[in-house]
């Protein structure tokens, strides 16, 4: 079955340490995105790829860095330096035709830093 | 730039009951719109899009929702809810054309359905 793929469901850190959040789809999606959602709050963009090796920040890029090797894989490095990070992070995919905007949503990742 | 109005935080209904959940947009340029269904703790799925053509436009599970350009509305309808779209459903918009865009979302309306 095609899908996005995200793991760990659940992150746990300590505060100053870096982590990884995986995201992988085989939709065979050119572009592919991360959001943070905090209650009340709605979806907010961190980065975006259109196409690989290639990559532009979203709204509240800081303290995130992310990187696109592959077309399957966009993975997110939330850093010491982002002040706030405990929220719900979502990966999504989409193709970029004309027509085509919908974008399809991983089952997220919720981080907590302890 | 485009921006996202969800007027309602939370919506309690009971079951069979009609409701509806608002959103508002603005744009300067024609725009899609997306209404999108997160169940807890789980991703968003897409619930319907209007991109062009008729201004209604319907999911398969008994939702609609109808793009209104003059009043800059596109509010989602279900005349008869179930326990089981107790869910947090969230309005989105993108420029309208080709190529790459970015969604802006609301900050979502939670449905409360109760027996």
């Known amino acids: 079955d095609g899908g996005i793929t995200q793991s760990p469901k659940y992150l746990f850190r300590k505060e100053g340490q870096n982590v990884t959040l995986s995201c992988e789809q085989n939709?065979?999606?050119?572009?592919m995105y991360w959001y943070r959602q905090d209650p009340g709050q709605g979806l907010r963009l961190i980065y975006y790829?259109?196409?690989?090796?290639?990559?532009q920040k979203g709204d509240i890029a800081e303290g995130y860095s992310v990187s696109r090797e592959k077309k399957e894989s966009f993975p997110l490095t939330v850093t010491s330096a982002q002040k706030n990070p405990t929220a719900f992070y979502l990966c999504a995919s989409s193709y970029t035709g004309e027509g085509l905007v919908s974008q399809y949503f991983g089952p997220g990742t919720r981080l907590t830093v302890l | 730039a485009q921006s996202v109005t969800q007027l309602d935080s939370q919506v309690p209904v009971f079951e069979e009951a009609p409701v509806e959940l608002r959103c508002n947009y603005s744009s300067s340029v024609s725009v899609y719109l997306f209404w999108y269904v997160q169940y807890p703790n789980q991703g968003l799925q897409l619930l319907l899009k209007?991109?062009?053509?008729?201004?209604l436009v319907e999911s398969i599970n008994g939702f609609e929702a109808e793009f209104n350009k003059s009043q800059t509305s596109f509010h989602l309808r279900k005349p008869s809810v179930h326990i089981s779209d107790t869910a947090e459903y969230f309005c989105a918009v993108s420029p309208a054309g080709g190529g790459f865009q970015k969604l802006v979302f609301g900050t979502g309306t939670r449905l409360l359905v109760s027996p």
């Open positions: 209007y991109l062009s053509g008729s201004t």
């Open positions: 939709l065979n999606h050119d572009a």
């Open positions: 790829s259109q196409i690989v090796n290639d990559f």
